[in-house]
């Protein structure tokens, strides 16, 4: 799909978090693949606000994993993007935030060889000119229930399919 302005990226990352909330803010694994400037930070930042999160959400480039403590359970948004080797998910403790009662949302996930075959929901951003693209492969039910909420909110504001 194409996506006409931030609005609509942020809209798309709202309806991502109704979705989420819809399902009682279940545990996951979330992960966001594109280019710089894909608007990948601006999706997620538009998620997490949409859970409730209140004041700046901040990206993880340089922490490379930021924790929201949530109602419902812990949320995590992991930045890969400063990965130098996968071997360092391990320093990170990363495993212990797959432990089925955390939800994670993961930028540049293709650092992480393996990764994406844990996912529920495979996000993939790219820039076109000066519109952006947006596609999602569903992994698991959850993503399903997820991408059913995305393309209610697509149908809703009109967005283009490509």
């Not at 922490?63 to 992991?78: K, R």
């Not at 080797?85 to 540049?108: I, K």
């Not at 060889?113 to 569903?138: F, N, Q, S, T």
């Not at 959850?142 to 697509?154: D, F, M, P, T, Y």
Request: glycine share 12%; hydrophobic share 50%.
């Amino acid at each position: 799909m194409i996506l006409a302005d931030l609005d609509t990226t942020r809209a798309l990352g709202a309806a991502l978090a109704e979705g989420l909330r819809a399902q009682g803010l279940p545990a996951g694994l979330l992960l966001f693949r594109g280019p710089l400037g894909a608007g990948k930070t601006t999706f997620i930042r538009a998620l997490i606000a949409g859970l409730g999160v209140a004041g700046a959400v901040r990206s993880p480039t340089y922490t490379l994993i930021e924790p929201y403590p949530l109602a419902g359970g812990d949320l995590f948004h992991v930045d890969l993007y400063r990965l130098r080797n996968p071997a360092e998910l391990d320093d990170l403790g990363f495993a212990d935030l797959l432990d089925g009662r955390s939800l994670c949302l993961v930028e540049w996930p293709e650092r992480a060889p393996g990764l994406a075959g844990h996912a529920d929901l495979l996000i993939d951003m790219d820039v076109a000119g000066r519109l952006r693209k947006i596609a999602w492969e569903v992994r698991t039910g959850l993503g399903q229930a997820l991408a059913a909420g995305l393309e209610a909110c697509a149908t809703t504001r009109r967005i283009t399919a490509v």
